[in-house]
Every structure is written in C-alpha cells, then in structure tokens.
Nanobody, 128 residues
Framework: QVQLVESGGGLVQAGGSLRLSCATSGRTFRPYAMGWFRQAPGKEREFVAAIRWSSDITYYADSVQGRFTISRDNAKDTLYLQMNSLKSEDTAIYYC?????????????????????WGQGTQVTVSS
C-alpha cells in the first residue's frame, strides 16, 4: 500500500505564495502521474494540476494557469505545488493524488477516477 502525505498548507495573504509537498511512503513508488485537486466548502473537488512522472509533461486548470507550478522529485518520490499570486478563491483543502499502472489510450489528468491513491489533504487559506 502507498500513503500520500501532504504538507505546506497554511494561512497566507492574497498575492502571497505557498509551496505544497506530497510525500509518499509504504513502498517503492513510481507512478505514471501525480496531481493536485482541491475542494472548497460546499463545492465539488476540482482539478488543479498534474504531471507525468517520467516525462515531466504538465497539465493545469485554467483557474491556476500562470500562477501555480507543479513539479516532482523522482529520487524522493515527492510532488510539489508552487502557488504564487494567491487569491481568496484559492482557499480550499488541497489533495495529492497518484496514478499507478499503464495508460492504454489516453490519460485524462483532470478526472478523479484516473487516480488510484489519495492523500488526506492540507488546508490552504488565503485572506483578502
């Protein structure tokens, strides 16, 4: 079994920055892709960003394009989300997700059902 543990959340003023981390534990882990989702109170969990582990191909939601950067450290099996120019609407619980296994046809990074493992989330609060 694989565990994903998010960290780096907190309170930040609008326009500020935070960097989230997602560390893996339990066994050797080489996913096909990893991603970040977020969920605000009363809203559905939504896609934020994803990255192909070996190729470094990235995907971003329109709402964070140009402000957030997803990256990974293969040696440490750690995922990062650098969040800049934060807005109040970025306030949410941020979840790390991982996809293991092969993709036969097309990878759909924004779809929750693509991912096999999920972390417990870390709270990000942006004050305005």
């Amino acid at each position: 079994q694989v565990q994903l543990v998010e960290s780096g959340g907190g309170l930040v003023q609008a326009g500020g920055s935070l960097r989230l981390s997602c560390a893996t534990s339990g066994r050797t882990f080489r996913p096909y892709a990893m991603g970040w989702f977020r969920q605000a109170p009363g809203k559905e969990r939504e896609f934020v960003a994803a990255i192909r582990w070996s190729s470094d191909i990235t995907y971003y939601a329109d709402s964070v394009q140009g402000r957030f950067t997803i990256s990974r450290d293969n040696a440490k099996d750690t995922l990062y989300l650098q969040m800049n120019s934060l807005k109040s609407e970025d306030t949410a619980i941020y979840y790390c997700a991982a996809k293991e296994g092969v993709v036969i046809f097309t990878f759909r990074p924004s779809q929750r059902t693509e991912y096999n493992h999920w972390g417990q989330g870390t709270q990000v609060t942006v004050s305005s």
